[in-house]
């Protein structure tokens, strides 16, 4: 592998560094403000849409797009330094247009989206105009398993009828969410479990969704984009909605999923990087015992400890990035395994002692840690949680193992 960045990513780290330096950190505190003052948390902060027109002027926009005219033509590789620096501040992502959901679900209308509907939703999105929702977690069966989700999606005639409810659909409470991609199943007596599945477009504001409340995690509500549970009561919309194709769903949650995993893992370095850089200004500012924080053996023992942890995820990713630009994401997907169980617990590790090096400052939201915290956390459960990657994994060498033997 090549350890440098090309002369390309390297002006666009440089870019990006400068814009958080001198239009993020500087604005975390006002939009703190705004979501604990304003009448509508939902609604787009007005801060957000300055931001994003400075991003636009300067180039900073769908950088996460790797083939298509609209993005920046990056591949996983270049991008993942760019989504590290993204990760420092939690939502700053957005004033890129590469904040999950939107991401995810922009490259699944890309790569299984009819022209209609290309047409139709993806301007808004590339643009950031609109946002959108993907609603596949359900909070009466374990999503872990993907096979057990149980939202019907049942044909008549021209239409789907869609009932079910799901939950910790990201961003769907956004004022400005115009679009939700829905799983459920179309075909639950199929002898293949994974054939059953669908994926639909469903615009918010058809009759019968029914958001029910906004879900907290460890005490977040993440406004503006929120995790709330919502109510499809016979939801009707035309069967040009399907996406790909009855039975296809979770297909295309495989080929979703996989840059969406690793783009949550490139923020989670992000934040873990800035929890470091935290501490290490931190312990060199504060004294107990008579000497710096910086002084004690145990300090440094755990500021050595989160520096090896970091790099180590960091190489780690950038490895899976290079394979999934070789090879596509279904090669790469021993290596894409491997960083969703690494990344999200070494985050949550070093921002833990981060935490503690800041005492009990560390948990108040006078710092970004708590919230940093609450995103590393989530992301050992989103996108599959730790469990199931290790056993799919584990699967996976045991089964290569086997092919090997059997050559022998």
Request: charged share 25%; with cysteine.
């Amino acid at each position: 592998m090549d350890f440098e960045y090309s002369p390309k990513v390297q002006a666009l780290r440089e870019k990006l560094q400068r814009f958080m330096q001198e239009h993020i950190f500087p604005n975390e505190q006002a939009f703190k403000t705004y979501i604990e003052t304003t009448d509508n948390k939902w609604k787009t902060p007005p801060l957000f849409e300055d931001l994003k027109q400075e991003a636009r002027r300067q180039g900073l926009w769908n950088l996460f797009l790797p083939h298509s005219e609209h993005g920046a033509g990056l591949t996983n590789l270049e991008y993942a330094p760019l989504a590290e620096i993204m990760g420092q501040v939690w939502w700053s992502a957005e004033i890129f247009n590469c904040m999950a959901p939107d991401t995810g679900n922009m490259e699944t209308i890309q790569m299984y989206g009819t022209a209609a509907q290309k047409t139709r939703w993806l301007p808004g999105l590339l643009a950031g105009e609109i946002r959108s929702a993907f609603c596949m977690t359900e909070p009466a069966v374990a999503s872990s398993d993907a096979t057990n989700v149980s939202c019907a999606i049942v044909r008549d005639g021209g239409h789907y009828v869609i009932n079910g409810r799901k939950w910790f659909s990201t961003g769907a409470m956004r004022e400005n969410c115009e679009i939700l991609i829905v799983m459920g199943k179309s075909d639950p007596d199929n002898p293949n479990r994974h054939q059953q599945q669908s994926m639909i477009l469903v615009p918010k504001n058809t009759p019968g969704v029914k958001v029910l409340r906004a879900v907290k995690t460890l005490g977040f509500d993440d406004a503006p984009y929120g995790e709330p549970e919502i109510e499809f009561d016979n939801v009707r919309v035309p069967v040009e909605n399907i996406l790909l194709g009855e039975g296809r769903g979770f297909e295309i949650a495989q080929g979703r999923l996989g840059p969406g995993r690793i783009h949550h893992c490139m923020r989670l370095i992000g934040g873990a990087q800035r929890a470091l850089d935290l501490a290490l200004e931190r312990v060199e500012k504060r004294q107990t015992f008579g000497r710096k924080l910086s002084e004690h053996q145990s300090v440094r023992e755990d500021l050595a400890k989160s520096y090896c942890e970091i790099e180590q995820a960091r190489l780690l990713t950038l490895k899976a990035a290079d394979k999934m630009d070789r090879y596509g994401n279904k090669v790469a997907k021993d290596l894409i395994a491997a960083i969703k169980i690494v990344a999200p617990t070494m985050a949550q590790t070093v921002i833990d002692r981060a935490m503690q090096m800041h005492g009990a400052a560390g948990l108040t939201d006078d710092l970004p840690l708590a919230e940093l915290y609450n995103y590393a956390r989530q992301c050992r459960l989103a996108d599959g949680p730790d469990q199931v990657h290790m056993m799919a994994l584990g699967r996976q060498l045991v089964r290569e193992y086997q092919g090997r033997n059997s050559r022998a």
